[in-house]
């Protein structure tokens, strides 16, 4: 990926996360957020 389309994808990706929006818009089909909260797992596909 050349720097300035990671840049692009770092910056859209920031500006989601401070907007509050929908960060998993950036991501590639195959990724995976996972969250732990209280000693318990919670797997969220992106898409």
Do not use: H, I, N
Request: glycine share 4%; no cysteine.
């Amino acid at each position: 990926m050349a720097d300035k389309t990671t840049r692009a994808v770092m910056d859209e990706y920031l500006q989601a996360l401070l907007d509050g929006s929908d960060f998993g818009r950036v991501f590639a089909p195959d990724v995976v957020w996972t969250t732990w909260r209280q000693a318990r797992r919670s797997l969220v596909a992106t898409r």
